[in-house]
């Protein structure tokens, strides 16, 4: 079954403990990323990934770190993790389709990581 | 970089009505436009998507208008049922940078 799997799906930490949140992908798409949602905000963009061992920041990256050493993988680390980053995170994966003449990129998204600050 | 704004916010229709949901986005470069859905709980998931090329799509109760010259584009579902009731995100992306932005989302509420 094609899938974006997230462990773990519900966190509960302190201020300044590592952590780090898996992302795993079974499409073999290019392009994953990593978004973070909040009441009244939306989803936005944490980081993103084009292909192995290549990242970028989205519109929301301090306090987070990423790795793509495999096609398949995207975890999202928090080094010092602090309470403003509570919120409900879910990884993506996606390609980049032709139709009509015309691109798209639909994003198939993980369960999603309810994390906890405290 | 793109901004995509989101209106309204909340909608609460009865049964059987329509739910009217827009979006504005800011980059005349964008060419994607999908829209999801997201139930309580669960992941957001595609429900359609048009491209600049395109003005106008249906999917049975469905629909999806874009108009690129005023920048905006808006969700038409018809004959709303409960369980259209979720959040849903309208998102914009220019695809040669593969950086989707979505708005705010709108939480629609149908009523039996």
């Known amino acids: 079954e094609a899938q974006v799997t997230q462990n773990p799906r519900y966190l509960i930490t302190v201020t300044g403990k590592k952590l780090t949140v898996t992302c795993s992908q079974n499409?073999?798409?290019?392009?994953m990323s990593w978004y973070r949602q909040d009441p009244g905000l939306g989803l936005r963009q944490i980081y993103y990934?084009?292909?192995?061992?290549?990242?970028d920041k989205g519109d929301v990256p301090e306090g987070y770190k990423v790795s793509r050493k495999e096609k398949r993988n995207f975890p999202l680390i928090l080094e010092s993790p602090s309470p403003n980053q509570t919120s409900l995170y879910f990884c993506?994966?996606?390609?980049?389709?032709?139709?009509?003449?015309?691109?798209?990129?639909?994003?198939?998204f993980g369960p999603g990581t309810r994390l906890t600050v405290l | 970089g793109e901004n995509v704004e989101q209106h309204p916010s909340t909608l609460s229709v009865q049964e059987g009505d329509s739910a009217v949901i827009k979006c504005t986005y800011s980059?005349?470069?964008?060419?994607?436009f999908p829209w999801y859905k997201q139930e309580l709980g669960k992941r957001p998931q595609l429900i359609i998507d048009?491209?600049?090329?395109?003005g106008e799509k249906k999917d049975q109760r469905i629909a999806v208008t874009l108009n690129k010259t005023a920048k905006h584009f808006s969700l038409h579902i018809t004959e709303t049922q409960p369980e259209d009731s979720a959040v849903y995100f309208c998102?914009?992306?220019?695809?040669?940078?593969?950086?989707?932005?979505f708005g705010t989302g709108t939480r629609l509420l149908v009523s039996p």
């Open positions: 993506a994966s996606s390609f980049l389709g032709l139709a009509g003449g015309q691109s798209y990129n639909e994003q198939f």
């Open positions: 499409m073999n798409h290019e392009y």
């Open positions: 990934s084009m292909n192995v061992e290549v990242t």
């Open positions: 980059d005349s470069a964008s060419n994607y």
């Open positions: 048009i491209r600049s090329n395109v």
């Open positions: 998102a914009a992306e220019n695809t040669g940078f593969q950086k989707l932005v």
